[in-house]
């Protein structure tokens, strides 16, 4: 592919959302260009799940089939790459790549998701997305009925405790010190037969990335199957906030209800703009973002 090149949009991310979006402004007739890294957010996950005709797959296989069909597009190229460097350029943008390259297009959609920080918890990096888990509709199925623990505290701790209390009795709160959560709290959980743990967590203790015992750091153990928790994140590509995009309060992308950024122009989609981080979700978003985007070049244009 030569440099310099102009499209249409360029999409920056080529997981489930981007070749969405690519697929819709490929039906569109649109010049796409989808630049990807081949880093996304689910690259530990071995199964993916609720998601009608894809259930049980492994992420690896839903991308390649996906990514096999919007190539029928003619109109849409692809770029195995980093995108590094992000500019407003009159009457579009342009985007810098690691190889040097610079592509030229009028819209921008970004579909890149998150970066997961890890805590400094042995084991847990590990286990993630494997046996420790963010959400219970995409795995919860599977540990049905399994002794399950929660690792969160105050009010986040307490609304993910009484989520995941439908898919099994054998519950665990544990707050990884003194707990936050208010009495009132405390009393519902104690009602519903869920224990609180407030001892500090030394370690999870897997074989093959699937839990065995929860280490505390006075070496007492607590067998567990499963444990649900919510990581700190950043935004996996830097571009975005460089160029101007609001971010909120969470460090998700601001969009509208059309899926624009807060930058005219440039479109975002996908696990960086929404918790609800599912592959069926970042696929209904991609679409939908292609559409929005192929909508406003054609009010521009006509």
Same mark, same amino acid.
């Given at each position: 592919?030569?440099?310099?090149?102009?499209?249409?949009?360029? $999409?920056?991310?080529?997981s489930y959302?981007g070749?969405?979006a690519?697929?819709?402004l490929g039906?569109?007739?649109?010049?796409?260009l989808?630049i990807?890294?081949?880093k996304?957010?689910?690259?530990?996950?071995?199964?993916?799940?609720?998601?009608?005709t894809?259930?049980?797959r492994?992420p690896?296989e839903?991308a390649?089939l996906a990514?096999?069909?919007v190539a029928?597009?003619?109109?849409v190229e692809?770029?195995?790459?980093?995108?590094?460097k992000?500019?407003k350029?009159?009457n579009?943008?342009?985007?810098?790549?690691?190889s040097?390259n610079?592509?030229?297009?009028?819209?921008l959609?970004?579909?890149?998701?998150?970066?997961d920080?890890?805590?400094?918890?042995?084991?847990?990096s590990?286990?993630?997305g494997?046996s420790?888990?963010?959400?219970?509709?995409c795995?919860?199925?599977?540990i049905?009925n399994?002794?399950t623990?929660?690792?969160?505290n105050?009010?986040?701790?307490?609304e993910?405790?009484k989520?995941i209390?439908?898919w099994?009795?054998? +519950?665990?709160?544990?707050?990884?010190g003194?707990?936050?959560l208010s009495?009132?709290?405390?009393r519902?959980?104690?009602?519903?037969?869920?224990k $609180?743990?407030e001892?500090?967590?030394?370690?999870?203790?897997h074989?093959?990335?699937?839990l065995?015992n929860i280490?505390?750091?006075?070496d007492?153990k607590?067998?567990?199957?499963?444990?649900?928790t919510? +990581?700190?994140? $950043?935004q996996?590509?830097?571009?975005?906030?460089?160029?101007?995009?609001e +971010?909120t309060?969470?460090?998700?992308?601001?969009?509208d209800?059309?899926?624009?950024t807060?930058?005219?122009g $440039?479109?975002?989609?996908g696990?960086?703009?929404?918790?609800l981080r599912?592959?069926?979700?970042?696929?209904?978003?991609?679409?939908?973002?292609?559409m929005?985007?192929n909508?406003e070049?054609t009010?521009?244009?006509?």
């Amino acid at each position: 592919m030569s440099a310099n090149k102009y499209f249409d949009v360029i $999409i920056v991310g080529g997981s489930y959302s981007g070749l969405a979006a690519a697929m819709a402004l490929g039906r569109a007739l649109r010049k796409v260009l989808v630049i990807d890294s081949e880093k996304p957010c689910n690259i530990q996950t071995p199964h993916s799940h609720n998601f009608l005709t894809q259930d049980g797959r492994t992420p690896k296989e839903i991308a390649t089939l996906a990514k096999q069909q919007v190539a029928l597009y003619n109109t849409v190229e692809f770029l195995n790459g980093l995108a590094t460097k992000g500019n407003k350029i009159e009457n579009g943008f342009e985007i810098h790549t690691s190889s040097g390259n610079i592509f030229f297009a009028t819209k921008l959609i970004f579909a890149t998701g998150i970066l997961d920080i890890m805590p400094n918890m042995k084991g847990l990096s590990e286990c993630w997305g494997t046996s420790v888990l963010h959400c219970p509709y995409c795995h919860g199925y599977e540990i049905r009925n399994e002794t399950t623990g929660i690792l969160g505290n105050g009010e986040y701790g307490f609304e993910f405790t009484k989520l995941i209390s439908n898919w099994t009795k054998e +519950l665990t709160l544990f707050t990884n010190g003194i707990s936050t959560l208010s009495p009132e709290q405390t009393r519902q959980l104690e009602q519903h037969q869920i224990k $609180i743990v407030e001892k500090e967590i030394k370690e999870l203790e897997h074989i093959n990335k699937h839990l065995q015992n929860i280490i505390f750091k006075d070496d007492s153990k607590k067998m567990i199957k499963a444990m649900y928790t919510r +990581l700190p994140f $950043i935004q996996h590509c830097p571009i975005i906030e460089k160029l101007g995009c609001e +971010l909120t309060e969470e460090g998700y992308i601001k969009i509208d209800p059309f899926h624009k950024t807060t930058i005219q122009g $440039i479109f975002a989609c996908g696990d960086n703009v929404t918790r609800l981080r599912t592959v069926a979700n970042a696929v209904a978003m991609g679409t939908t973002t292609g559409m929005m985007a192929n909508k406003e070049l054609t009010e521009e244009s006509f």
